[in-house]
């Protein structure tokens, strides 16, 4: 939410470590714009630490070759490089205050505010045309930028001139289509994607997907580091087909219909 520079020591970032770890000489990127930067020095909970933990709120002394205090904004996110995703769109549960003037109407310009950042977009509903005050429903936030945002990220909406506050919402899946957003097949991926353990929502996609998904996007959607997502495809017993980050998986039941299917075409 902050940015610095230090006589001596450089450039300086704060905020607060929202999940995960980091430690002094690690290599994270600057997200969205995927700048590298690496860890100098890191003072958590006003300290000098090793390490900056989830939970905590931390300054890190960042450098990079292409580091420049310039580039750097409040909103933006300090990751590992495998959770570098930058999205312009997010699928989404808005919810209308209660006290709302009016009903949120299809594509009304809006103004976000997620983690730290600040921008303007449209919420295209995707089950009506309108949401009443008190009222909530399955959207998609049409950003004017690319942000990082994940899974289960929180928000706030207000009016275009950030003068009143409208509603808010959670982000189900922040890689959302640009279309068939609408579709029943769709709908039906969302209500999986908002089960509340990744084991429920990947189980509920296999089933509904003959074809296999692509399981690079879940894993980062949920934000699993690659030995969790393993455990997790082993334990749901997923066939994998392909190579990295290309990887399709399949529940097990489809995989064997697929393998009846070549056999009989063979014979």
Same mark, same amino acid.
């Given at each position: 939410?902050?940015?610095?520079?230090?006589?001596?020591?450089?450039?300086?970032?704060?905020?607060?470590?929202?999940?995960?770890?980091?430690?002094?000489?690690?290599?994270? *990127? +600057?997200? %969205?714009?995927?700048? &590298?930067?690496?860890? @100098?020095?890191?003072?958590?909970?006003?300290?000098? #630490? !090793?390490? /900056?933990?989830?939970?905590?709120?931390?300054?890190?002394?960042?450098?990079?070759?292409?580091?420049?205090?310039?580039?750097?904004?409040?909103?933006?996110? *300090? +990751?590992? %490089?495998?959770?570098? &995703?930058?999205?312009? @769109?997010?699928?989404?549960?808005?919810?209308?205050? #209660? !006290?709302? /003037?009016?009903?949120?109407?299809?594509?009304?310009?809006?103004?976000?505010?997620?983690?730290?950042?600040?921008?303007?977009?449209?919420?295209?509903?995707?089950?009506?045309?309108?949401?009443?005050?008190?009222?909530?429903?399955?959207?998609?936030?049409?950003?004017?930028?690319?942000?990082?945002?994940?899974?289960?990220?929180?928000?706030?909406?207000?009016?275009?001139?950030?003068?009143?506050?409208?509603?808010?919402?959670?982000?189900?899946?922040?890689?959302?289509?640009?279309?068939?957003?609408?579709?029943?097949?769709?709908?039906?991926?969302?209500?999986?994607?908002?089960?509340?353990?990744?084991?429920?929502?990947?189980?509920?996609?296999?089933?509904?997907?003959?074809?296999?998904?692509?399981?690079?996007?879940?894993?980062?959607?949920?934000?699993?580091?690659?030995?969790?997502?393993?455990?997790?495809?082993?334990?749901?017993?997923?066939?994998?087909?392909?190579?990295?980050?290309?990887?399709?998986?399949?529940?097990?039941?489809?995989?064997?219909?697929?393998?009846?299917?070549?056999?009989?075409?063979?014979?």
């Amino acid at each position: 939410d902050r940015s610095f520079a230090v006589a001596g020591a450089g450039l300086i970032v704060t905020g607060v470590v929202l999940s995960g770890q980091a430690r002094v000489g690690d290599s994270l *990127l +600057v997200s %969205p714009q995927g700048t &590298a930067a690496r860890i @100098r020095g890191i003072h958590a909970q006003q300290r000098t #630490a !090793d390490i /900056a933990r989830a939970g905590q709120r931390c300054a890190l002394n960042l450098t990079g070759a292409d580091l420049r205090r310039a580039d750097i904004e409040r909103g933006q996110w *300090l +990751v590992a %490089p495998m959770a570098h &995703a930058p999205t312009d @769109r997010l699928d989404a549960r808005v919810s209308v205050l #209660a !006290d709302a /003037a009016r009903p949120l109407a299809h594509f009304t310009p809006v103004q976000l505010h997620i983690g730290a950042a600040s921008l303007t977009g449209r919420i295209a509903l995707l089950e009506q045309r309108n949401v009443e005050p008190g009222a909530s429903g399955l959207a998609q936030l049409v950003l004017e930028r690319p942000i990082s945002a994940l899974r289960g990220d929180r928000f706030v909406i207000r009016d275009p001139a950030a003068q009143r506050t409208l509603g808010g919402g959670v982000v189900i899946d922040p890689f959302a289509p640009a279309r068939s957003r609408a579709r029943p097949a769709r709908l039906h991926a969302l209500a999986a994607m908002a089960l509340p353990a990744p084991e429920q929502a990947l189980a509920a996609l296999l089933d509904a997907a003959p074809a296999g998904i692509a399981l690079a996007p879940f894993d980062l959607a949920w934000n699993l580091d690659s030995s969790t997502a393993d455990t997790l495809h082993a334990r749901l017993g997923v066939q994998r087909l392909g190579t990295a980050p290309a990887v399709i998986g399949l529940s097990t039941p489809a995989w064997q219909r697929w393998r009846e299917a070549i056999v009989q075409s063979l014979t």
